[in-house]
């Protein structure tokens, strides 16, 4: 390009173009103000809102929406805004350096060896059954209600106990002068039964009267509970009481006799020893799961979540030691509440298939439960172990509080302890002032609460009907449920189970809020055992000419049918029409429904094939049971498309992904129409969704949680079982990397956060942050 000193023009020229440039420049200097440029128009007064509109813009252009509406990001169809703002600048966020404090604060006494310190708080942690300051205080729970003239050790409670309480815990035992003074008298055990009033009904326990013999008798032939050898037992087939058993956690064996690990949140990272679902920590480690390390031996093991990291030693006499970890937005802080809201209901469950998601065998194997809440132990153990996690409150965006509302409900009548008079017959007002005194501990304990009003914190609310009975005092915060009912349609309580009823809880504890609010809570799905034959067969890929039937739903329906759930309040009265109008299997009067069709399947008889009849099936019924049921991940598990019927009431992830490209969603009045809705899609439509359910499954899915299950057994055994090796093979976004997914794009969307004036690095492109 010529210079100016090498131009050859003549000066007329040159004097022509320099007049030119002085004319442009000045109709620019005075039309401007008025003729505005494009860029000129997101460079106004208000730098927030208008930075807003140029990423938009911009991402608007470059993810356009698909034909059904969504903006596709890691494989999911996502609603388009949200999607549009993962795939261009969630994709494209980097580590930033984040400073963590590892607490190098001492406790009284070292917690007496009956606790574990919390170095950041310098405050105990106390096992089952102690508390004080330093866990001096040995508690005495009682495994037994007051006694009568009728009830020798008073009313039932599961606790109840004719041999030896263990006043800790509040667990029944065999007690001295047996031969087995250590193993577990389960609550019936002990008490005379009531023989069936008819064949077919079952046996009763009569609390009022003991049955000594059956539990301390010495005859060599016929030696009771507490005095009968494993070995003599087994050879001579001595016959024991069905009811005594082990039910406790950490034993296996018919008799008890044998020691398994005991359950824990991940197992407490190989960091110390799991006493019945409280971790035990070596020395210096805290933590619930015991993953913080002791501030002193930092430099030879650090958890993966706080590598790579640089580690600065104190030079002032502090005795907390900080490290710089490359972390990627955003950031979860985890409360580390005293153990009665988490660690002291996993040590004291009295049945060992309560609250967790898996216990182990008698060679140490994890053997997978189906309790229905162990969400809230997967998500919780995920969180922890996760590079998301900060213990820099200042940082972080995001508070997790960890109650364990699902342990509350289902221990709720274990022990004398846990029962309040005040609660009258509610789980759920039980439950609601747990999460209040959670509350008031993180408000007067630390300083994170006041920053938003609590709009950064996130609770889970695993039971059945979810947020509903949530204390007021947390409403303005995120809610993580199974239960999506905005009570649009349904505004009181609907479960038929009278323990779990909210509408009698006072306005005043409760206030008036609905049980979930779509603009800022969260449905997460349900627990599902891990089941490897599913996986190796790939049921969510069969294709769509192996689905032969057309619609599918297995489960109960209701008190017209053997068996079913005697409430006409049972599912809202929903699993009932749909029965109505299409029973497949004749109901106790022996009809079946009004529209039956050969293609259409409506029973409640259990089917031990049930994943293969899904797996063969087109379209799959999502209906409520007592508050939230699995179907819908049963569906997509099994790649059916599911058809949902529960008006006002979302499912998991509704409100982020877009349900149109890969479900159904009929209104409960149109049930009689089914089968013509269903009819009315055309082949490409139905392809349409079966390619999205395929896509989307294992987001319905919690492998991460699983996979660190399979990482820990892989360490105790040189081969994994099979469901670590089908699982391990699996790579797509799972429950928490979808949970963590929707936390970045609430982090920089949530108008809210616009108020709290932070300024931090973001680790976003700067066209996004």
């Not at 607490?103 to 574990?116: A, H, L, Y």
């Not at 449905?523 to 032969?548: I, M, Q, S, Y």
Request: hydrophobic share 35%; with cysteine; proline share 7%.
């Amino acid at each position: 390009m010529p210079t100016w000193r090498s131009c050859t023009c003549s000066w007329p020229y040159g004097a022509a173009v320099i007049s030119l440039a002085v004319l442009v420049s000045l109709v620019h200097l005075f039309l401007t103000p008025l003729f505005p440029s494009p860029l000129d128009f997101f460079k106004q007064s208000n730098p927030l809102i208008d930075a807003d509109l140029v990423v938009e813009l911009s991402l608007e252009s470059q993810f356009p929406p698909n034909s059904d509406g969504s903006v596709n990001y890691r494989g999911a169809p996502w609603k388009a805004e949200i999607g549009r703002w993962l795939a261009g600048c969630a994709s494209n966020s980097t580590p930033i350096d984040i400073v963590e404090v590892l607490g190098g604060k001492s406790c009284q006494n070292n917690c007496s060896g009956q606790g574990v310190c919390n170095q950041e708080l310098g405050e105990c942690r106390c096992f089952h059954g102690y508390s004080g300051e330093a866990c001096e205080v040995a508690l005495q729970l009682e495994c037994n209600k007051p006694v009568s003239k009728d009830h020798p050790f008073g009313d039932w409670v599961v606790s109840i106990c004719p041999a030896q309480c263990d006043k800790t815990r509040a667990m029944c035992f065999c007690g001295e002068g047996t031969k087995y003074p250590n193993r577990p008298v389960a609550e019936g055990c002990g008490f005379q039964t009531i023989p069936p009033a008819k064949p077919g009904d079952p046996e009763l326990t009569d609390w009022t009267k003991v049955d000594f013999d059956n539990i301390f008798s010495n005859n060599a032939s016929n030696p009771g509970w507490c005095n009968a050898d494993p070995h003599d037992a087994y050879s001579s087939q001595l016959k024991i009481k069905e009811n005594c058993h082990c039910k406790y956690d950490c034993t296996g064996g018919r008799f008890c006799e044998i020691p398994t690990m005991c359950s824990c949140l991940n197992q407490c990272s190989g960091n110390g020893h799991c006493r019945g679902g409280f971790c035990q920590c070596d020395s210096g480690y805290y933590g619930i799961d015991c993953s913080i390390p002791p501030a002193a031996s930092v430099l030879p093991k650090l958890p993966a979540w706080l590598r790579p990291s640089t580690v600065e030693l104190p030079d002032n006499g502090s005795s907390n030691v900080k490290t710089v970890v490359r972390k990627k937005r955003p950031l979860i802080y985890v409360y580390d509440l005293p153990p009665e809201f988490n660690s002291h209901l996993l040590e004291g469950r009295h049945y060992r298939m309560e609250c967790v998601n898996r216990i182990y065998s008698e060679d140490n194997r994890t053997v997978w439960t189906e309790m229905l809440y162990g969400a809230q132990m997967a998500l919780y153990e995920s969180i922890l172990a996760s590079p998301h996690r900060t213990l820099n409150g200042e940082e972080a965006d995001f508070f997790y509080v960890p109650v364990l509302d699902s342990c509350i409900i289902t221990r709720a009548y274990d022990a004398p302890h846990l029962y309040k008079k005040e609660h009258g017959i509610s789980r759920s007002f039980m439950t609601l002032d747990y999460y209040k005194n959670a509350y008031d501990h993180i408000v007067e304990q630390y300083p994170y609460w006041n920053r938003s009003s609590g709009k950064d914190h996130i609770w889970f609310f695993a039971w059945d009907e979810g947020a509903c009975y949530a204390p007021k005092e947390i409403w303005n915060s995120m809610m993580l449920v199974h239960w999506g009912n905005t009570n649009t349609k349904h505004k009181n309580s609907t479960t038929a189970y009278w323990a779990d009823n909210w509408n009698s809880i006072p306005l005043d504890r409760r206030g008036d809020h609905p049980c979930f609010d779509p603009k800022k809570d969260l449905v997460l799905p349900a627990w599902k055992v891990p089941n490897p034959g599913a996986v190796w067969l790939k049921l969510w890929a069969r294709p769509r000419k192996e689905r032969t039937t057309l619609f599918y739903f297995n489960g109960n329906l209701g008190p017209a049918y053997e068996h079913g759930r005697p409430e006409d309040k049972y599912s809202m009265g929903i699993r009932q029409k749909l029965a109505d109008e299409f029973g497949s299997s004749p109901n106790k009067e022996g009809k079946l429904g009004k529209q039956h069709a050969p293609n259409v399947i409506v029973t409640p008889l259990k089917s031990p094939k049930y994943h293969e009849e899904m797996a063969s099936s087109l379209f799959c019924g999502v209906l409520p049971g007592d508050g939230w049921s699995g179907r819908m991940e049963d569906s997509v598990h099994n790649g059916c498309i599911p058809v949902i019927i529960q008006d006002g009431i979302f499912l998991p992830y509704e409100n982020v992904l877009n349900y149109n490209s890969f479900a159904v969603r009929m209104v409960e009045d149109d049930i009689p129409n089914l089968l013509s809705i269903l009819q009315g899609y055309n082949e490409t439509e139905i392809e349409h969704m079966l390619s999205n359910v395929r896509s989307i499954w294992q987001r319905f899915l919690y492998r991460d949680s699983i996979l660190l299950e399979a990482t820990r057994q892989r360490e105790f055994f040189s081969k994994d079982d099979a469901w670590a090796v089908e699982f391990s093979k699996l790579g797509e976004d799972d429950v928490f990397a979808t949970f963590i997914q929707v936390l970045h794009y609430k982090l920089h969307n949530d108008p809210w956060r616009r108020s709290l004036l932070r300024q931090y690095e973001a680790g976003l492109p700067k066209t996004c942050a």
